[in-house]
């Protein structure tokens, strides 16, 4: 078996790998889609850990990294991606109930500190490994206060709002900021407009205290988003990363 320590590519990764069912795929967003799978016996993760999805696709077989957006408490493995047109992206939006697909064992490390305040900060499909974290939370009943800022284009482009909308209201310690940069012709908008920006994230750090801050997706989101966080006066050692690579 080839070795291949990158993020994702054709050659199959050198570690074990599972097989796994299509539940259901669900379009999340116009861009967005999610996929079910069962959750293999004995399939152990901590929220927010990523594995690596493997797919036949006409060049061969092409493995992408992706977080799991399902919490460990729940019985089915859940993922979500960013429509683009590479073999990968368009083997996936095939993909039907009852298809086969391989997975990798979890990885990664960006473990959420369930006994420190959380503030997770994201735009679009870097929602996933926050699904996971804020599900786990939630079905955990933990009264960890946590604060989710999301950023997307428009109304129609923010993945998982009703089950977020659900979560929040289960979760009594849980506050949802939703930004838009702009409005979308179909959909009302209770909410807020804008970008994130300095003057979101300084009113978020105002009230935030010694919360432990979560990045996660593109990697230029990720950089642009922490440096503003840390020019606000958050200390380093109280940010965490997790970077989507394979996104510009
Ligand atoms: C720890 C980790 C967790 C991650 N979690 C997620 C997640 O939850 N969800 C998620 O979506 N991603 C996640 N990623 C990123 C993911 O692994 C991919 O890198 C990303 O989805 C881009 O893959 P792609 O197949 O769209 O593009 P790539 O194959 O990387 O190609 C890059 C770009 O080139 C274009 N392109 C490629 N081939 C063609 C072609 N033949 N014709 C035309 N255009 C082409 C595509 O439009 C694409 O935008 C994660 C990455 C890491 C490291």
């Known amino acids: 078996m080839a070795q ?5 590519g054709t050659a199959v990764p050198a570690a074990d790998s599972t097989s796994v069912t299509v539940l259901e795929t669900k379009d999340q967003t116009p861009t967005i889609r999610s996929i079910r799978l069962t959750k293999p016996a004995g399939f152990s993760f901590q929220a927010s850990q990523s594995v690596r999805l493997m797919l036949d696709v006409k060049e061969g077989r092409d493995w992408h990294a992706l977080s799991i957006a399902s919490a460990p408490t729940r019985d089915y493995l859940e993922f979500a991606l960013r429509n683009s047109e590479s073999p990968f992206k368009r083997a996936l939006y095939l ?4 298809d086969e697909v391989r ?4 990885r990664g490390h960006f473990p959420f500190e369930s006994d420190r305040p959380g503030i997770f900060i994201t735009g679009g ?3 996933t490994p ?3 974290t804020i599900e786990y939370a939630t079905d955990s009943g933990l009264s960890t206060p946590l604060t ?4 997307n284009r428009s109304p129609d482009e923010v993945a998982y709002k009703g089950q977020l909308d659900e979560l929040a209201h289960t979760n009594g310690h849980l506050r ?5 940069s702009q ?3 179909k959909l009302s908008w209770d909410h807020r407009f804008g970008h994130i920006d300095r003057d979101l994230l300084d009113e978020v750090v105002a009230g935030g205290g010694d919360a432990i801050y979560y990045f996660a997706g593109p990697p230029s989101l990720v950089s642009e988003l922490g440096q503003l966080v840390e020019a606000l006066g958050v200390p380093r050692e109280r940010i965490r990363s997790e970077l989507f690579r394979g996104y510009p």
């Open 95 to 98: 993909l039907e109930p009852g």
């Open 4 to 8: 291949h320590d990158q993020q994702q």
């Open 183 to 185: 409005p979308s012709p």
């Open 103 to 106: 997975i990798t064992s979890p």
């Open 130 to 132: 926050f699904m996971s």
């Open 176 to 180: 949802i900021i939703y930004t838009v």
């Open 125 to 127: 499909i870097g929602i």
């Open 148 to 151: 989710l800022v999301y950023g």
